[in-house]
């Protein structure tokens, strides 16, 4: 969607959202020198919008909080990626992989207990 | 997802943990505290959270709202009275892998630095899956001497397919070969995986081996332990003659350099040849005759030798 468009359905103004473009907060595609913009990106706009003011998020707090969050989707999908490799594999394998992860989950658990 | 909603009719001031005279401000700072818990975009994995978030957004709708809130609790309206509009989540997005350019894989990179890891997390393009194929294990009995000097070997693989494997001179025993892209094929592009062939050496009659040294035990005649002499000794490269210094002792260790298991880099290591001296396979009264004379010369018994 173009930039007008976009503009209404975020609820932004033409400056905030230049900012945030250049910031490389948002990153629209381009297509003849003109930006457009995606249903995510719309979305990812309201969550800046969200964070500036409905939370009172600062300035320079938005960039960090962005990159954890794109870093938390990364780790998803990976996740799920492994996840649904799991499932693929013959059922023998998959508990035995089920498993592991229980024997390492309260390994790690243990550990924190006398940690502290 | 536009369908009609029963919002619960819950009151906004508990919604949001405030009292009834709460200020502007103090309703402010409660939502803000609710927001930053529940946002679901902070909660990517939790649907509790936003429907959550969407009571306590209402809440704060209706109670920022100096008018509506007057409404509010004049009765006029009810907990239900406005909604904002439905919010398309960046979760969602983010979730379907709708969002490649900000999606980061920074949080696991470093997972592809551990070779365990690195077949699943690491050299791998996003989207479109390459996979390098997996290794395949086989193990292979060579003759000590094979081991040593090298040799070439075929493997028969379950295909009617051979493999050629080298096996380099101076393989131990228990010594893993990797044949580069000789095991399954890649995914996608990947690359192949390796051959990994586990050698097993068989034991040898005369010699064994530490290391890169090479023991042997060379029985030597009587005559030649006490005058010394050029003897011929195996080697695992062919036999090679040394000289036995006179009066050598069984037990005796002679080392021969280089003539051990051949080394990465042009060296060696030795062959450490222990004598065993021995007498003639027959008695011999000649020999006897001049031992006789020997003790009687020396004026003792033989026990002497072992005393102190």
Redesign the interface.
Known sequence: MRMREFLLAARVDATALETWVTAGWLIPRRDEEAADFSEADLARACLIRDLQHDMGVNEEAIPIILDLIDQVHGLRGMLREVATAVCAQPDDMRRRIAVEIAARASLRADRSETDT | MRHEEKILPADPYELLGVKKDASADEIQKA??GL??KL?P??N??NKKAEEQFKDV?AAYALLSDADKRARFDRGEIDASGQERPQ?????????Q???R????????ADFADEDLLSE??GRRGRGNLRMRGSDMHYQLEVEFLDAINGAKRQIMLPESATLEVTIPPGTRDGQVLRLRGKGRPGIGGGEPGDALIEIAVRPHPQFTRKGDDIYVELPIPLDQAVLGGRITVPTPSGAVTMTVPKWSNTGAVLRLKGKGAPRRGGEAGDEYVTLKVMLPDTPDPELETLITQWRAARGTGAHRSTGG
């Open positions: 939502y803000r927001a930053k946002h975009d902070l990517p994995g957004s919010q398309r989540y960046y979760r969602d997005f983010a979730d892998g709708a969002s350019t900000y999606t980061s894989d920074a949080g696991f699943l997390f």
